[in-house]
């Protein structure tokens, strides 16, 4: 085994690194999860680069991610990834490819042997498990280091079955409602929807009155499972259960898909069936959807493309079920992996390090697309939604985005984001049984059946290899 594929052990990563600890300050000299900022309008000061004591780095490192959301955090990323990679003696280059490509690309190079050192997923990877690095000891580093991460984040990467940390997460979005107030207004609900049967209602209306459609995608992306996810766990429906028994077929769940089916036909379009990631954001900013649920790119992306619209779009947190509970899927958990043919280990552990000591200056780049998985990393993300300093009109239009943490869940929700989890998101089995039955081939007992006999059969196959709790 080469000497960069060894992994450090805690005992001696945590010695490296010594009194100095992370070994990143800001340049105006403030510890790790201490840095200021005197005006929102302001832009974080970077960190400054420094490496765990007694570690050399030389090579290359290469990433694979997926093209961001908001193109000027790419900007921003390839050029710090650059520069740390200068200031430290590694070569590092950056891969973007389109987020519906990344899950084959990743498998690709799994079933190769080869590839990149870094792959960073917006999902949890957790059927990746077999294949990467175990980064438990980079993670308590990095907990020693930056403070308690979110509890979602953490189960973002970590397997409570086999003990083992197959990813970290560094970043995650929330997943609010997106609607058009004017449109709204009109029909006596300016403020927007609160619960799922007013977005049925609401959303009825508006397009009875203006002609403008909803738009929940049921087809293979990643807003279509954010929705179904969503909309099951407010019917007091889920995939599995906390000790992870799959327990799809249900009442609840059946409920949550005649819903959805009545949705359909009563505010959609047939487009939402064909949608990729980027087909509600443009529904939206073009004018033609009332109401979509996704992160703040969608409403970012009208900022720049159509401003008028943009001042028109509002957020709302998790819409309400039937049992009250209202609770939203991260949009995204950003978490990386290191394959075990990585040729450059101990890179990609520095790299991560740094990357989350820079955790305000890339927040704020992706304009408040990435909130932090070590939230004492920006201390300013409260006073940046308060008052965005993106030009938002009304300035605190993202407010509420403050709380959201207490309405979001990971994947897994109410167990662990496992690899059986993983494997069903990655091929969307949600949004599959949601299409069966809006489209009316099946019936919601049937569709709902088919799935929970596809999702079992799943769950069977990675609880038989060990990494999925008996």
Excluded at 427 to 450: D, I, K, N, Y
Aim: glycine share 8%; proline share 7%; net charge neutral.
């Amino acid at each position: 085994m080469r000497q960069d594929q060894v992994r450090v052990s805690r005992r001696g990563l945590l010695k490296a690194a010594g009194v100095t600890g992370l070994g990143a300050v800001t340049a105006a000299g403030h510890a790790p999860g201490t840095q200021k900022d005197p005006s929102p309008a302001v832009p974080p000061v970077p960190a400054t680069t420094y490496l765990t004591p007694g570690r050399k780095l030389t090579g290359r490192l290469s990433i694979l991610q997926l093209k961001h959301y908001v193109p000027r955090y790419d900007r921003w990323f390839d050029a710090y990834a650059k520069e740390w990679g200068r200031r430290v003696g590694v070569d590092v280059e950056v891969e973007h490819v389109a987020p519906e490509r990344l899950v084959a690309r990743t498998t690709a190079e799994m079933a190769a042997g080869s590839g990149h050192d870094l792959i960073e997923w917006i999902s949890p990877p957790s059927q990746l498990e077999p294949d990467v690095v175990d980064l438990s000891d980079l993670h308590d580093e990095a907990v020693r280091r930056f403070g308690l991460e979110q509890p979602f984040c953490k189960k973002a990467s970590h397997n409570p079955t086999s003990h083992k940390y197959y990813g970290y997460a560094h970043a995650w979005t929330p997943d609010p409602g997106n609607y058009r107030r004017s449109l709204w207004r009109q029909v006596g609900m300016g403020d927007g929807p609160s619960t799922w049967e007013e977005l049925l209602e609401g959303g009825k209306a508006v397009r009875q009155r203006s002609g403008t459609p909803l738009g929940l995608g049921m087809s293979d992306e990643l807003d279509s499972n954010m929705a179904a996810l969503a909309l099951i766990w407010s019917y007091g429906g889920s995939v599995q259960n906390e000790v992870e028994q799959v327990v799809l077929d249900s009442p609840e769940t059946v409920e949550a898909v005649r819903y959805m089916a009545r949705l359909y036909k009563e505010t959609m379009t047939p487009e939402v069936f064909a949608w990729n990631s980027a087909s509600n954001n443009k529904g939206l900013v073009a004018g033609r959807l009332s109401y979509i649920l996704n992160a703040v790119s969608a409403y970012r992306t009208a900022q720049s493309d159509a401003p008028g619209t943009a001042d028109d779009i509002f957020l709302t947190p998790a819409l309400r079920g039937p049992t009250g509970l209202g609770i939203a899927c991260q949009h995204a958990v950003f978490v990386y992996v290191v394959p075990r043919f990585s040729k450059n280990v101990a890179a990609a552990e520095e790299f991560l390090l740094n990357l989350s000591a820079n955790d305000a200056v890339g927040t704020y780049r992706s304009e408040l697309y990435n909130f932090p998985a070590f939230p004492g990393r920006v201390p300013q993300l409260d006073a940046w939604l308060a008052t965005d300093p993106f030009g938002s009109r009304p300035a605190g239009k993202l407010a509420l985005l403050r709380g959201s943490a207490t309405w979001t869940a990971d994947i897994g929700y109410p167990g662990p984001p496992n690899p059986a989890v993983g494997e069903v998101v990655t091929s969307f089995v949600l949004p599959h049984m949601m299409a069966r039955a809006a489209r009316g081939t099946q019936s919601p007992a049937e569709s709902v059946a088919q799935a929970a006999a596809e999702v079992k059969a799943i769950f069977d196959k990675w609880r038989a290899r060990g990494l999925v709790g008996r």
